[in-house]
């Protein structure tokens, strides 16, 4: 399909758009008059996210970083940074001036490493609790102790049903879960105390307090789990922790470019004001 014609004169003229996109002109109007329906984002979150719809590196960005992104960086911690900055190294021309805000962004970037590294451990630690998240008390449990809570939830409902305890619990219980053995004569005094304060049969409130038991035991072993869990994923991955440190590393590179830079042109003999003594700085990554 041709996308130009000849015009009497001889120059080239543009298709006309119907002709370019092989649509009628009344699908055309069409589409016109639904585009001037639109509304656009409506919220204060669609209008963040489309207002970079146009963004392709950001290098020329006026902000640093999004607001909505990394807390407490602003335009307004920006200037009082830099403002900082200015009278510790006291620019007199345009050329320092770009050296002092370099310097700044700098300092800046790494405020986002750290941010980006926290968030890396928070995201990774709020999946771990997460997926330890469960339905059910024996979901927690381990296999003796899920076996031992059936036996014991089966003997409730036979002492409430009248029949009383099983003979055989207590040697099945012994069996499923061996810490029951020595737990056993202490779970049977207490529960004469507490059969008398709440009026329950004695069977039925040594039940509950083996019941009880092995809930609050797979509980403390539960909450012991997530601990070491969440300190394992104190560190970020190897891949993100790869990516951060060639970031901290480039920066850190800049940095000490821009401090470099600074220091000749505050030595220059036809500086305004005179050649400035350089400063002693701890030495950076090149």
């Not at 014609?5 to 109007?29: D, Y």
């Not at 640093?64 to 307004?76: N, T």
């Not at 900055?85 to 970037?109: K, M, N, S």
């Not at 059969?195 to 039940?207: D, G, R, S, T």
Request: aromatic share 8%; net charge positive; glycine share 6%.
């Amino acid at each position: 399909m041709k996308s130009s014609a000849k015009g009497s004169n001889g120059a080239t003229e543009p298709a006309r758009p119907s002709q370019v996109s092989g649509i009628s002109e009344r699908k055309l109007r069409a589409n016109r008059e639904n585009a001037k329906k639109s509304t656009g984002p409506r919220t204060d979150r669609g209008k963040r996210f489309s207002c970079r719809n146009a963004l392709k590196h950001g290098l020329c960005a006026e902000k640093l970083l999004p607001e909505s992104y990394w807390p407490g960086d602003d335009s307004d911690a920006f200037r009082k940074h830099f403002g900082s900055l200015c009278r510790t190294y006291q620019p007199v021309d345009v050329l320092e001036v770009l050296e002092v805000h370099r310097i700044a962004v700098c300092y800046f970037r790494r405020i986002r490493a750290w941010y980006s590294e926290t968030a890396a451990i928070r995201t990774a630690q709020t999946k771990f609790r997460f997926g330890t998240l469960f339905s059910s008390k024996t979901d927690i449990m381990h296999s003796e102790q899920v076996a031992a809570f059936h036996l014991l939830e089966g003997a409730r409902k036979e002492i409430e049903a009248g029949n009383g305890m099983p003979k055989e619990l207590e040697e099945e219980l012994f069996a499923a879960y061996a810490p029951f053995r020595e737990l056993w004569p202490r779970l049977k005094r207490n529960a004469q105390i507490q059969a008398k304060e709440c009026h329950l049969p004695l069977e039925l409130a040594i039940v509950e307090l083996g019941i009880d038991y092995l809930v609050r035991k797979s509980q403390s072993d539960h909450d012991a789990y997530i601990d070491l869990g969440l300190s394992r994923e104190g560190l970020p991955t190897s891949d993100f922790l790869d990516r951060l440190l060639r970031y901290e590393a480039a920066n850190d590179r800049a940095l000490s470019r821009a401090l470099d830079r600074l220091d000749r042109l505050q030595q220059r003999p036809y500086r305004p004001g005179g050649p400035v003594v350089p400063a002693i700085r701890p030495h950076m990554t090149q």
